[in-house]
């Protein structure tokens, strides 16, 4: 079973060592970091590594003049963090002062105080909430591709996926959400370089079968729709995955532009195309994490 990883922002705390080390045999990584910079870098991109956030109600830091900052100064900018990548936060504190005006400001703002020394009820509410977090759920279920795609569309569109709301096959927004992942397949996955042929410029043009011998990393010059025809003419692609490749391609780059086929999701005439976008998208994805090349 996966841990569940947590990012605390405190002081620095050495003292914290031994908490740290307890909440491992809760199945929980906790993981410090000093201030929202080093918090904001740790994330970003990285989002699908984190479950929580934990920050100390009474976390000092001073700022580049110099100027003494508390935890509720920064609490804004985290909470933009947090639900940009739909994460719990718990405040903890050693001692809950009533007429602590830092406990007030947090309680007033709706926020929930967790004493650290209460570690059984701290830990079993992180494993509770997270185990709740819809995005801890997608990431369970479709393990293998939003371990390998940190895109923050695929999240979207599976988060849409599982909900399966009535509005769902209409939605003109997944055709472009869908684009936005396949120009992050086209710059990260195995396809950039490591799969499609080198002189792959030269050929798109000609009908011939590419050489599966010589490599490069331009990729990222291509459109999609020319990216798609040079996963068709290459050989180590199986022929799923580049059938998948260019339905997603086809559909993603019209419904993108408010073409026919936009018109027609948004008037529910096609109820299928949306989901069938997805699982097609789904078996790129899968087949770049599970690549080896020989």
């Known amino acids: 079973m996966d841990k569940i990883k947590v990012l605390w922002m405190n002081n620095g ?5 031994d908490y740290i080390g307890e909440a491992f045999h809760y199945n929980i990584t906790i993981t410090t970091c000093n201030d929202v910079a080093e918090c904001r870098e740790l994330l970003e991109g990285k989002a699908s590594e984190w479950n929580a956030i934990m920050l100390n109600a009474d976390y000092k ?5 110099g100027v003494e900052k508390r935890s509720v100064n920064i609490y804004g900018n985290l ?22 005006w830092t406990i007030k400001t947090f309680k007033d703002n709706g926020q929930e105080i ?3 020394n209460d570690q059984q009820l701290l830990l079993g509410k992180i494993i509770q909430d997270v185990n709740n977090n819809p995005e801890f759920k997608i990431r369970k279920k479709y393990n293998v591709v939003c371990k390998y795609c940190n ?6 569109l599976l988060l ?11 939605d003109t927004t997944i055709p472009n959400e869908c684009r936005d992942v396949l120009e992050w397949i086209k710059v990260n996955s195995p396809l950039n370089g490591k799969v499609i042929p080198y002189k792959i410029m030269k050929m798109l043009d000609n009908d011939i079968t590419c050489p599966s011998d010589f490599y490069c990393d331009t990729y990222d010059k291509l459109s999609l729709n ?11 692609i199986p022929e799923y995955v580049k059938r998948s490749f260019h339905r997603c391609c086809s559909v993603s780059n019209e419904g993108s532009h408010l073409s026919e086929i936009d018109n027609l999701i948004g008037k529910n005439k096609v109820p299928y ?8 998208l789904l078996n790129v994805i899968y087949w770049c994490a599970t690549f080896k090349k020989t």
């Not at 909470?79 to 602590?100: A, H, K, M, Q, W």
């Open 151 to 156: 895109n923050p569309h695929l999240m979207n």
């Open 79 to 100: 909470l933009s963090i947090i639900n940009n990548y739909c994460l719990p936060l718990f405040v903890v504190t050693d001692n809950e002062r009533p007429g602590s």
């Open 226 to 236: 020319e990216f798609s025809r040079a996963v068709d003419k290459t050989n180590n």
């Open 61 to 65: 830091w001073k700022n580049r003049n």
């Open 160 to 170: 849409k996926l599982d909900k399966g709301s009535i509005d769902f096959s209409k």
């Open 13 to 17: 705390d050495e003292s914290l060592l």
């Open 273 to 280: 195309v949306n989901v069938t976008l997805i699982y097609d």
């Open 114 to 116: 967790y004493l650290l």
